[in-house]
């Protein structure tokens, strides 16, 4: 693209922003759309979007709409991945059926810079890339529409029937089918708003949408998990978008490294389709501790160790150690936040992510451009040190007494 358009990497990263925009503007909307609409009309929406930029940019049009056309991908990814996160969480064991969601983020991660390189080593075109973007996109669109049908209230089947004793099932949504138009039971921090009195019916607070954005805002656990996540998605995405770079410069790497990145992506989600029964016995939030730890040891091999063989593997085991992370915050929060917040909440988490995965590699590239990409490793480590600060603030997910 740089080529093809003649511009620089700060022109270019203007596509991030673009994604940012599309993600902010989805994370104002969700809660009404879903609200408007219903679960199944607004993911199908969102996948219907997503397509419509990846065909603009297929063109390719004059470089400065290709930012607008990432708007609409970033709205449409962000749509889909609120009422998606919102659904699984609602499935028994919803930690390991997140950590499968996400894993095929991961995937995608791992096979896109093969695609990339292989359309790129041919001489084709950089747009003629997006049509396999458009395909699976398209793909996505029938496949959404078989499964959830435009229905209003899509919710996993195998939710209605679960043991009130499964922990990975929100408290708040039990007890919604327990007691449906019952009081609501005396409030405990992360669990429910503040703003509703123990007499409050809990169908009171359902049908409220207008309390809900006073509610996140004033929420403990949605600015932890925010916080966190844009410092997690900062640190993921700079060290995919930059270890190339990094090891071509600082190890003398050919670019055939470029399967490093791969490593790394295929470590996300081997991370994430493994680990998730480890942090239930650990503890979910305890465990978050033990990842950063590792990470930050295995980022001290990467920055101080010469040889290339050891860079590499060590690059694919902080790959390991940090895929699980984003699904277990998700899989937390769901928890801690009562259910009618978990659309509006899971969009807000989706758009700081978005924020962080563009802020943090772009700082990055901009101190490259002066240093050298050896500021790759202390950027990621000062952004692991601070996801673990964060984290202390979080508050422990609550746990039935009976």
């Known amino acids: 693209m740089e080529t093809y358009f003649s511009i620089g990497y700060t022109t270019v990263s203007t596509l991030f922003i673009g994604s940012c925009v599309g993600f902010g503007i989805a994370a104002v909307l969700n809660t009404y759309l879903t609200d408007r609409f219903g679960k199944g009309k ?3 929406l969102g996948a219907a979007i997503q397509v419509t930029g990846y065909a603009i940019i297929l063109a390719p049009p004059p470089f400065p709409v290709i930012p607008c056309a990432f708007i609409l991908v970033g709205l449409g990814v962000s749509l889909q991945l609120a009422q998606t996160n919102t659904y699984v969480a609602l499935m028994p064991n919803s930690a390991q059926a997140l950590g499968y969601l996400h894993g095929g983020y991961g995937l995608g991660g791992a096979t896109s810079p093969l695609i990339a390189t292989l359309f790129v080593s041919r001489g084709i075109k950089f747009s003629y890339f997006f049509s396999v973007s458009l395909a699976v996109a398209a793909l996505n669109v029938l496949i959404l529409l078989l499964t959830f049908r435009l229905e209003r209230d899509a919710e996993p089947s195998t939710a209605k029937q679960t043991s009130n004793n499964d922990p990975s ?8 089918r327990q007691t449906p138009t019952s009081t609501r039971p005396p409030s405990r921090e992360g669990t429910m708003d503040e703003s509703a009195s123990p007499e409050t019916p809990v169908s009171a607070t ?41 090891l071509i410069e600082e190890r003398a790497g050919s670019p055939s490294v470029g399967y490093v990145a791969t490593g790394f992506w295929s470590g996300i989600t081997l991370g994430r389709l493994i680990l998730p029964r480890l942090n239930l016995w650990i503890g979910e939030k305890r465990v978050v501790f033990i990842y950063l730890l590792l990470t930050l040891a295995f980022e001290m091999v990467i920055w101080f160790a010469d040889q290339l063989v050891a860079t590499s593997v060590a690059v694919a085991l902080v790959g390991f150690l940090l895929g699980p992370l984003y699904p277990n915050a998700i899989s937390i929060a769901s928890k801690l936040l009562p259910k009618r917040l978990h659309t509006g909440a899971i ?11 563009a802020l943090f590699p772009f700082l990055t590239g901009l101190l490259a451009t002066s240093h050298g990409t050896f500021v790759l490793q202390p950027m990621v480590s000062a952004l692991v040190v601070g996801m673990a600060v964060v984290w202390v603030f979080l508050p422990n997910v609550a746990r039935r007494s009976e």
């Open 347 to 357: 969009g807000i988490f989706a758009s700081v992510g978005a924020l962080g995965s």
């Open 42 to 44: 607004v993911i199908t």
């Open 169 to 176: 099932i929100p408290l708040d949504l039990v007890r919604s």
């Open 206 to 246: 359902v049908v409220q949408p207008e309390h809900r954005g006073k509610a996140l805002l004033h929420n403990k656990t949605v600015w932890v998990v925010n916080g966190f996540l844009l410092l997690y998605c900062g640190a993921e995405v700079s060290i995919g978008g930059w270890i190339v770079s990094f």
